[in-house]
């Protein structure tokens, strides 16, 4: 009798477990799916000094006003990150040519590569929610060597855009309930947003070895 109530305990005890791990890694997955949703429905602005001189970072920043400035008349009508991207990519040359002014004016001598690219950034706050690690869609401008300290921030919902103060309500109508509950304070968010960067992180480490191994193994051209 005493061992069918110890069985009775321990299969208890085990579907219990089994159970809260089930809720637990549904609960992880949901979480990764609103992290995954959340950089799909972001585009990002990553501009690149040319070094770290102050002259250098100073047109970074001249470079940067006249890119968010004029960002607002690229986004007109975008209602989704694919719009966004989209208005970009059809701009580019109009976006080098607004830097290299820039650059032109500064007395540089150095140009401006402007690109659409797909790339890792960390976890960033962000005036009162936070950007999960991973990989997002960013306009990339790279002034000459590109090998300064860099600044980014968030042109799709325009947040760093002129307007961005005025019209806060744009990223409750871009991010899904869900999405929200993802990116502002929680209970716990800041172990979430962790976990989420450590796995993030592995997984952009692998890719890199996997890349690298890939143009290690290339066969070399014959003269």
């Not at 001189?53 to 975008?78: C, E, T, Y």
């Not at 921030?153 to 002129?162: E, K, S």
Request: aromatic share 10%; proline share 3%.
């Amino acid at each position: 009798m005493i061992k069918k109530k110890t069985g009775e305990k321990f299969f208890f005890a085990a579907a219990a477990f089994v159970i809260i791990s089930s809720l637990a890694v549904c609960s992880v997955a949901q979480y990764f799916g609103a992290c995954r949703e959340v950089r799909s429905d972001v585009l990002r602005l990553h501009i690149i000094a040319d070094s770290n001189s102050r002259a250098d970072q100073d047109v970074k920043l001249a470079v940067r006003d006249v890119l968010l400035q004029n960002g607002s008349g690229v986004f007109s009508g975008a209602v989704t990150a694919s719009d966004a991207e989209k208005a970009i990519g059809e701009r580019l040359y109009e976006i080098e040519d607004a830097a290299n002014g820039v650059l032109e004016e500064n007395g540089f001598s150095y140009k401006a590569k402007a690109s659409v690219v797909y790339e890792y950034f960390d976890t960033r706050e962000y005036d009162g929610f936070t950007l999960p690690a991973g990989k997002y869609t960013a306009l990339k401008v790279v002034l000459g060597r590109g090998e300064g300290k860099n600044w980014w921030c968030v042109m799709f919902p325009p947040l760093c855009l002129p307007a961005a103060s005025e019209n806060e309500k744009d990223v409750c109508e871009v991010f899904s309930d869900g999405e929200l509950r993802a990116v502002e304070p929680q209970n716990g968010y800041k172990v979430r947003f962790k976990i989420v960067e450590l796995v993030e992180k592995a997984f952009e480490r692998i890719e890199k070895m996997l890349e690298d191994k890939n143009k290690s193994s290339d066969p070399v051209p014959v003269s």
